[in-house]
């Protein structure tokens, strides 16, 4: 079982900036794809970028040019980059391993999930 470990949710104002970190137990990069999903309240959880060992990615359309993905497989760890957040990007964000890339369907293995909250 892959433990991860999310990281840098916060208050954001509209318009504004968060970089969240997902730390890996053990050394799954070489192997897994990853991901980042979110939750809002009443909603279904679902991934929104995603990447592969190798560094490709891909992103659902409501984050597409704002949200980067990224790894750094020396330390295991994933990040998002959020940029021009909105006051529909709060959520709770969670860290997903082995998702498929194509479908962005989610693997088995979430995090316990970092709140971000956009709002003035």
């Known amino acids: 079982q892959v433990q991860l470990v999310e990281s840098g949710g916060g208050l954001v104002q509209p318009g504004g900036s968060l970089r969240l970190s997902c730390a890996a137990s053990r050394r799954i990069f070489n192997i897994y794809a990853m991901g980042w999903g979110r939750q809002a309240p009443g909603k279904q959880r679902e991934l929104v970028a995603v990447?592969?060992?190798?560094?490709?990615?891909n992103y659902a359309d409501s984050v597409k040019g704002r949200f980067t993905i990224s790894r750094d497989n020396a330390k295991n760890t994933v990040y998002l980059e959020m940029n021009s957040l909105k006051p529909e990007d709060t959520a709770v964000y969670y860290c997903?391993?082995?998702?498929?890339?194509?479908?962005?369907?989610?693997?088995?293995?979430w995090g316990q999930g970092t709140q971000v909250t956009v709002s003035s």
């Open positions: 997903n391993a082995a998702p498929t890339i194509v479908t962005m369907t989610p693997g088995s293995s």
């Open positions: 990447i592969t060992g190798s560094g490709i990615t």
